[in-house]
């Protein structure tokens, strides 16, 4: 099983960046896909989620009309748009699997915010 990010790096306020997760090793189209973050010396946290056919998205309030979540289940992979990037943005971002029983996370892709 793989989870592998791509996509991160650095960034000036206002701008944007799109992460992909691909996936390897377990149906993916059978499992919900969440991105999170977590900023030093901050909690993980939740950033946005999609279900398995990607009909329902949630969003934690802070990214709220500006990142998007979405998957491609033919190409096993979930991007996170993330537009109007905020210096508190800066994270590691961290995509999950999840089915009930099981979770998956790949390694993480540093995301910075900075001019």
């Known amino acids: 099983v793989q989870l592998v990010e791509s996509g991160g790096g650095l960034v000036q306020p206002g701008g944007s960046l799109r992460l992909s997760c691909g996936a390897s090793g377990f149906s993916f189209s059978s499992y919900a896909m969440s991105w999170y973050r977590q900023a030093p010396g901050k909690e993980r946290e939740l950033v946005a989620s999609?279900?398995?056919?990607?009909?329902?998205?949630n969003y934690v309030d802070s990214v709220k009309g500006r990142f998007t979540i979405s998957r491609d289940n033919a190409k096993n992979t979930v991007y996170l748009q993330m537009n109007s990037l905020k210096s508190e943005d800066t994270a590691v971002y961290y995509c999950r699997a999840y089915t009930p029983g099981v979770v998956y996370w790949g390694q993480g892709t540093q995301v910075t915010v900075s001019s």
């Open positions: 999609i279900t398995n056919k990607g009909g329902t998205t």
